[in-house]
């Protein structure tokens, strides 16, 4: 019997969904790469201002106050002393800025003989994900003897 020319089987149009599937996989794992490195670069920018603040605070620990601090920590993020908010609380919770926002917040704490005082350097970033607000919220944190 003769099928006449067609043939059982035939795999066209395969290519272009196998194309597609990989396209699609690829594009995905691009932008999750290149999500990735935008917040690791923001992790890491937050994080350098905290440690030049905290060098501040060390080699000024006689005139350093909260206030200042949280003004040297903007400098180093925003450039402008005026462009990061400080943070607000609730208790003793830092409440995260408005997305794609960055915050600081500096508080000092005195310490008995062996502990010397402190002072804690705080920066939170609302970072978002794909335009998705409040989905991750990035922190960088560090403590400074001021002795």
Known sequence: MSLNGRRCGTDEGATAVETAIVISALCTLIIGILEFGMAFWQWNTMLLAIEQTGRYAMINNMS???TIAEQQMSLVISGTASGTPVCTLTGTTINPPIAG????????ATGTSPDPNTILLTAVYAYNV??????????SQGVFPLD
């Open 64 to 66: 350093i106050t909260a």
């Open 130 to 139: 794909l335009g998705i607000s409040g989905m991750l919220t990035l922190t």
């Open 101 to 108: 926002n960055v915050c600081v917040y500096a508080t000092t």
